[in-house]
């Protein structure tokens, strides 16, 4: 059973760093591209960052280019969202997903196209 587990959130100030795991179980992760995103309450979930199935393209939200840094490690099933100078708009529920992409490189932003999601993590930027 495809499963994925976010952990790394919490609470950090202005200008802070956090650095956000994706562990994957259940299926096999190379095959698939994966996707961050995020969801503020009382706004749309939105796409942050997405990695494709071999880690040789990445796709950034304008919002965080030059902030966030998305990497993969296939042998560690594990995909890592690197976050530095957070700012309070920032804030919200992170979640993964995985998008079956065997093969291709591909990394979309859009919710729709992904599968399976995690249970999500929250960061909270203070100011």
């Known amino acids: 059973q495809l499963q994925l587990v976010e952990s790394g959130g919490g609470l950090v100030q202005l200008g802070g760093s956090l650095r956000l795991s994706c562990a994957a179980s259940g299926f096999t992760l190379d095959e698939y591209a994966i996707g961050w995103f995020r969801q503020a309450p009382g706004k749309e979930r939105e796409g942050v960052s997405s990695i494709s199935s071999s880690g040789g393209t990445t796709n950034y939200a304008d919002s965080v280019k030059g902030r966030f840094t998305i990497s993969r490690d296939n042998a560690k099933t594990t995909v890592y969202l690197q976050m530095n100078s957070l700012k309070p708009e920032d804030t919200g529920v992170y979640y993964c997903?995985?998008?079956?992409?065997?093969?291709?490189?591909?990394?979309?932003?859009?919710?729709?196209?992904?599968?399976?999601w995690g249970q999500g993590t929250q960061v909270t930027v203070s100011s």
């Open positions: 997903a995985a998008g079956w992409t065997p093969g291709l490189e591909y990394a979309g932003l859009s919710p729709g196209e992904y599968d399976a």
